[in-house]
């Protein structure tokens, strides 16, 4: 008999339970019949932790030799092959290794993976003497309705020492059998008290709610970047987007009494007639097990064909140039079950079909205990398609904080929310007719419609860019997903269901792991909302429309007509399609795939936080236990209240926010090419590695002080000390989001109107020598640059003493980081007036980043001159830019850019006949100190005071944002 180790985390519960509240099964008997197909994973023969923390540009670089990589990152070929044979001499089956990459099952070196068939005769053989596969009936979920069947094995698993000695450490069952297992009853719990009605505004328009076209949504809600003739599959400018996989296990393309998913094509070309586009899909099917078309147990229980049909009509009608490849996973040949972890495999080992985004909805045994052999295998999938250089976006889930298990926690995924998947959560959009005939939002649309500045103020920071009209079409309000609904003690909205059942997006913490650095850096960190306060990774990282008052126009499960779907699994492949038109984009310009590109995304909200609209009004609060006074899908349950809120910023219900797709594609490729050409720049502040600070370059830094209440501050830059103190800033002081929102030429002057004169904080300025140490003082206490790690190549890092106030120092120049490091290229210059003078702007290129001009300071006689002889030349003739007039947005381009120049402004208001520089040295002085006019906004973005001796000191008279990428390629982001 082989020597056996035991794997530690390895128990029934472990697998798909963690965080039960319930007792393992016990007193079974033993299942006499059953087969059963098992992944056995090796470790990697290096570890890649290293290369996937490095910036995206170096993960990039090596990405590029996929050979290198998986000599490096799979198995140890040696082992593998000690593995293979071991496995013989044991005799238990094997499948597919060395096979095809549309094999049944991936089995290989670079995968790691050995898929093996135990049965009743050998599971002891691969699992020790003491595992036996029991049965047991357990009592059903609500008391006194029935029993259900249990499979199970007691304590925990081992491998023969063959095997573990050679590195197997991770398991994976293709099964369903072992599904969660919470206490079905529990010891009475007080629980809480739900309001009545709709239990999260936002959700309940009923007849007034829009049902749209994906393409719709994705274009006139979310601003999409290929639209027109670059979407239409008919003109000659439709541009070509790549392949996305879709991972659909089990039923992949098949159809009733169709299997093999024959009609399938007739079907989906069906739908994108009606969805307007004439051209016919690229369908590929991969499915090496086989598919099938399922039967739901009851009406609303999960529909793996709806989901699927879901999925493909929102690729299809957003991305009509995409292939669709569709991964049905093992299927049902030699005893497979098509468990989602083998259809994950099949579509990030595809090197045939290749796509480089990948979209799921489909989770799999989503309960698996951290160091448990089962969440061994499920997170190196995600870091092989992270190595594979694939985008992986993934549905948070639509349980709600409580994922629909009933432990009385917020629970979160842990096999579903790898930190090598975007993970996506969901909302509810409201257009003003939609708004209008929802109970909940009445007060919101009165005071919308009144012109109520704090109700405007949250509602643009959401996304709205015109003046609310009563009942019209525009975007509203943007609110979480939640149809959650009580009557007395039932929990059942008009669909029946509650709790139990997809209703609202997953939320919180995954616990089984750390916050992701990309988290941490962005200044998080993520707890549970229950007592213990666990902390771990945050979900969701992004969020879109999953239902409420829009629906998705979709093929049914059938695919013989169109219905209205909701859910995070309608959002996430939108965010998909966002990720293959951004990458069509990437290689317009010369940049590889986006991959893994997590990090990028929470940088572009740092920087450019107009790329997200803030989603703040709503819940997903659903824990509960099982029994108790309130009912929910026919089951008895107790509500236990945690859940999480939308609030402003990050929030663990809707991530970073929604997308504006045109502003998110800008700020990745400017993050792009910064990163890939040039990284040995110097960038604003540089990290001490004790937690301080130290300037990147001898620089003249702007400092901006942001109070809620009078403030005093202190900007200490090597022996010097600058004062920073300030009043309290205007309640609708203009931010960064507006500063960049407002570029948008369709954005209502007139709702920008309403937010004028709103006084920032203090602004003051500091030259500052290279190696200089930096740091801020905050009403006498200490600060923290909670985001600078993504900021500070940006030239702009803010030092925060808590949420609300912080001082921003900032470059009083932008550098021109071009695409590819091209010279002589255009840049455009976008601009938003909200002021009535006669504006112009000059742009200069200096010498370094005091502004320096041949030896000239900004203050020195002659500098003016020296500055126009250094203009550049406007597109269309002349130096300077006339600005577009208040109210107004405009732009133009500057010529002659070259890689890495430093450009300064001038702004001149030419009805007064006044001039003003970047730097406060070179301008007007009153009461004895030099007037600063210029306000950074994030990234290559700044807002000027037009008015001599400061003016209201709104910093929005022109806002103007330097663009030095888009006009690469084709132009599309011009």
């Known amino acids: 008999m082989p020597t056996y180790v035991e794997l530690a985390n390895s128990s029934y519960l472990d697998f798909a339970s963690w965080r039960t509240n319930a007792d393992a099964p016990s007193g079974g008997t033993p299942l006499s019949t059953f087969s059963i197909n098992v992944a056995l994973v090796l470790d990697r023969a290096n570890d890649p932790t290293d290369l996937l923390a490095s910036n995206w540009a170096t993960r990039q670089a090596a990405l590029a030799d996929q050979g290198a990589i998986w000599s490096t990152y799979g198995a140890d070929p040696t082992a593998y092959t000690n593995v293979v044979s071991a496995l013989a001499d044991l005799h238990i089956t094997t499948y597919d290794i060395g096979g095809t990459a549309d094999a049944q099952y991936i089995s290989s070196p670079e995968s790691r993976t050995i898929w093996v068939n135990v049965t009743q005769d050998n599971f002891t053989t691969l699992f020790g003497p003491g595992a036996t596969l029991m049965t047991v009936d357990v009592a059903a979920p609500s008391p006194g309705t029935g029993t259900q069947t249990v499979h199970y094995w007691s304590g925990n698993l081992s491998l023969p020492a063959e095997l573990a000695d050679n590195g197997v450490t991770g398991l994976w069952f293709d099964t369903a059998e072992f599904g969660q297992y919470p206490d079905y009853d529990p010891p009475p719990t007080t629980g809480v008290t739900l309001p009545q009605g709709w239990q999260s505004p936002g959700n309940s328009a009923g007849p007034a709610l829009v049902a749209a076209n994906p393409q719709t949504i994705a274009q006139d809600y979310y601003n999409f970047p290929l639209t027109g003739s670059l979407w239409d599959p008919t003109s000659p400018d439709a541009v070509t987007t790549g392949a996305i996989g879709l991972v659909e296990p089990g039923v992949g393309t098949a159809l009733p009494g169709d299997p093999t998913g024959s009609g399938f094509q007739a079907a989906i070309d069906a739908y994108r007639i009606s969805?307007?586009?004439s051209t016919s899909a690229n369908v590929i099917s991969v499915a090496g097990g086989g598919q099938e078309y399922p039967t739901p147990s009851s009406p609303t229980a999960f529909d793996p064909a709806g989901e699927r049909s879901l999925d493909v009509g929102v690729v299809t009608a957003i991305n009509p140039q995409s292939t669709l490849v569709v991964y049905a996973g093992s299927g049902t040949a030699n005893g497979a079950h098509g468990n989602g972890f083998t259809a994950y495999q099949s579509a990030f080992w595809d090197t045939i079909n290749n796509p480089a985004v990948i979209t799921s909805s489909f989770n799999y045994a989503s309960l698996s205990a951290p160091g448990s052999p089962f969440l061994i295998a499920s997170n190196g999938l995600y870091v092989d398609a992270a190595l594979r250089n694939i985008s992986v976006f993934n549905d948070a889930g639509d349980g709600g904080s409580g994922e629909t298990f009933g432990n009385g926690l917020p629970n979160a995924s842990s096999t579903h929310n790898s930190p090598y998947a975007v993970i996506v959560g969901g909302t509810s959009i409201s257009t003003g007719s939609a708004a209008q005939g929802d109970s909940t939002l009445s007060d919101l649309v009165a005071?919308?419609?009144?012109?109520?500045?704090?109700?405007?103020?949250?509602?643009?920071?959401?996304?709205?860019?015109?003046?609310?009209?009563?009942?019209?079409?525009?975007?509203?309000?943007?609110?979480?997903?939640?149809?959650y609904y009580v009557d007395g003690t039932a929990i059942a909205n008009p669909r029946g269901t509650g709790y139990l059942h997809n209703n609202t997006g997953a939320s919180g913490v995954d616990t089984s792991q750390p916050a992701p650095?990309?988290?941490?850096?962005?200044?998080?960190?993520?707890?549970?909302?229950?007592?213990?306060?666990?902390?771990?990774?945050?979900?969701?990282d992004v969020s879109a429309n999953a239902g409420g008052n829009m629906l998705y126009v979709v093929p049914n499960a059938e695919m013989t007509a169109n219905q209205n779907d909701d859910g995070t699994s309608a959002a996430t492949p939108l965010w998909a399609t966002l990720a293959s038109q951004i990458n069509a984009i990437f290689t317009d310009q010369g940049l590889p795939n986006l991959g893994y590109m997590n990090d990028l995304l929470y940088t572009a909200s740092v920087i450019a936080p107009a790329s997200f609209s803030d989603i703040s009004i709503g819940n997903s609060t659903s824990s509960f236990l099982y029994g108790g006074s309130y009912t929910s899908d026919g089951v008895d349950i107790t509500p236990t209240g945690y859940g999480y809120s939308a609030a402003s910023g990050y929030d663990l219900v809707t991530g970073l926010g929604t997308p504006n797709g045109v502003l998110l594609a800008r700020a990745l490729t400017e993050i792009a090419h910064s990163q890939v050409h040039f990284g040995g720049l110097p960038d604003l502040i540089d990290s001490n590695g004790a937690g301080g600070w130290t300037s990147g370059t001898a620089q003249t830094l702007l400092l901006q002080t942001s109070a809620t209440a009078s403030a005093t501050a202190a900007v200490h830059t090597g022996s010097d000390i600058t004062d920073a103190s300030t009043t309290a800033h205007g309640p609708y002081a203009w931010t960064s989001q507006l500063a960049q929102q407002s570029l948008q030429s369709d954005f209502d002057g007139a709702l920008l109107a309403l937010f004028d004169g709103q006084g920032q904080g203090n602004l003051a300025q500091a030259i500052v020598a290279n190696g200089d140490t930096v740091s801020v003082t905050f009403n006498g206490g200490g600060t923290v640059a909670a985001q600078a790690n993504l900021s500070t190549s940006s030239g702009f890092a803010d030092f925060f003493s808590d949420a609300s106030n912080s001082v921003r120092l900032a470059q009083a120049v932008a550098v021109a980081e071009?695409?590819?490091?091209?010279?002589?290229?255009?840049?455009?210059?976008?601009?938003?007036?909200?002021?009535?003078?006669?504006?112009?702007?000059?742009?200069?290129?200096?010498?370094?980043?005091?502004?320096?001009?041949?030896?000239?300071?900004?203050?020195?006689?002659?500098?003016?001159?020296?500055?126009?002889?250094?203009?550049?030349?406007?597109?269309?003739?002349?130096?300077?830019?006339?600005?577009?007039?208040?109210?107004?947005?405009?732009?133009a381009q500057i010529t002659g850019v070259d890689a890495g120049d430093l450009i300064a402004m001038q702004l001149t208001n030419v009805t007064n006949g006044d001039t003003f520089w970047a730097f406060s040295q070179a301008n007007e002085v009153v009461g004895g100190e030099h007037v600063a006019h210029l306000w950074n906004y994030g990234a290559n973005t700044w807002g000027w005071e037009d008015l001599y001796g400061g003016g209201d000191r709104d910093f929005n008279d022109l806002v103007v944002q330097l663009d030095f990428t888009s006009t690469a390629g084709h132009g599309w982001l011009v």
């Open 447 to 483: 005071d919308a419609n009144a012109g109520d500045l704090p109700t405007l103020w949250q509602l643009i920071a959401g996304g709205l860019t015109q003046m609310p009209a009563a009942g019209d079409a525009n975007r509203l309000v943007e609110t979480v997903w939640n149809r």
């Open 275 to 277: 969805m307007g586009i």
């Open 818 to 891: 071009t695409a590819n490091g091209a010279d002589d290229v255009n840049v455009v210059v976008r601009m938003r007036q909200v002021a009535g003078a006669d504006l112009s702007l000059m742009l200069y290129k200096v010498d370094d980043y005091n502004g320096t001009i041949g030896g000239l300071n900004p203050d020195q006689a002659g500098y003016a001159a020296a500055a126009e002889g250094r203009a550049y030349a406007v597109l269309g003739g002349g130096t300077t830019i006339a600005g577009p007039g208040d109210g107004n947005a405009g732009q």
């Open 517 to 540: 650095a990309y988290q941490i850096d962005y200044g998080l960190a993520p707890i549970t909302s229950d007592p213990t306060h666990q902390p771990g990774r945050g979900i969701p």
